[in-house]
T-cell receptor, first 113, second 116 residues
Framework: KQEVTQIPAALSVPEGENLVLNCSFT??????LQWFRQDPGKGLTSLLL?????REQTSGRLNASLDKSSGRSTLYIAASQPGDSATYLC????????????FGRGTSLIVHP | GAVVSQHPSRVICKSGTSVKIECRSL??????MFWYRQFPKQSLMLMAT?????????EQGVEKDKFLINHASLTLSTLTVTSAHPEDSSFYIC????????????FGPGTRLTVL
């Protein structure tokens, strides 16, 4: 059974810092990995999707990397801003079977001015 | 991009009543929809997988008579919480998967249910 772990569970940083959020998974047979953002009381916003054949994806100040062999992904946020404050969820879609994603518990990020 | 909507976004009801939540794929046909539940500061927990025209598949521990799921068309799935109790208060999120064009899911904005 796939297990997804996100570290740290919570993070509070001053504005302007570069951040690294970590996601690890136990089964490397994945179809893709996706990073989401969730604001309090809101649904999920997809940030980056990395297919199993890819090593990284970039969007603006965000960069996500994938290392399937070691079961790890990182989300890098450059020059953090207060508007980045949210919970970041990692979801791994295992290949084969039902193709249902397994979510981590998220990293709660606060960026203070 | 693919858009999924949910209605209502927020509902407050009395204990013992039933509540229906709708999930719609607005610009694509979804043969499969998923219902998740999220408790405060917790991750999403899959409740059931819903395929159009067939019975939903419930995850272990989810009462199918409590959480009725109907997927009558390729763009609409409904979740009915029957005889709701305060412990059913939660954030319910649906997602939809594009037909045969891959396995990526697109998520709705969620519905906050509060049972008094």
């Amino acid at each position: 059974k796939q297990e997804v772990t996100q570290i740290p569970a919570a993070l509070s940083v001053p504005e302007g810092e570069n951040l690294v959020l970590n996601c690890s998974f136990t089964d490397s047979a994945i179809y893709n990995l996706q990073w989401f953002r969730q604001d309090p009381g809101k649904g999920l916003t997809s940030l980056l999707l990395i297919q199993s054949s890819q090593r990284e994806q970039t969007s603006g100040r965000l960069n996500a990397s994938l290392d399937k062999s070691s079961g790890r992904s990182t989300l890098y946020i450059a020059a953090s801003q207060p508007g980045d404050s949210a919970t970041y969820l990692c979801a791994v879609l295992a290949s084969g079977g039902s193709y249902i994603p397994t979510f981590g518990r998220g990293t709660s990020l606060i960026v203070h001015p | 991009g693919a858009v999924v909507s949910q209605h209502p976004s927020r509902v407050i009801c009395k204990s013992g009543t039933s509540v229906k939540i709708e999930c719609r794929s607005l610009d694509f046909q979804a043969t499969t929809m998923f219902w998740y539940r999220q408790f405060p500061k917790q991750s999403l927990m899959l409740m059931a997988t819903s395929n159009e025209g067939s019975k939903a598949t419930y995850e272990q521990g989810v009462e199918k008579d409590k959480f009725l799921i109907n997927h009558a068309s390729l763009t609409l799935s409904t979740l009915t919480v029957t005889s709701a109790h305060p412990e059913d208060s939660s954030f319910y999120i649906c997602s939809a998967r594009l037909g045969l064009a891959g396995y990526t899911q697109y998520f709705g904005p969620g519905t906050r249910l509060t049972v008094l």
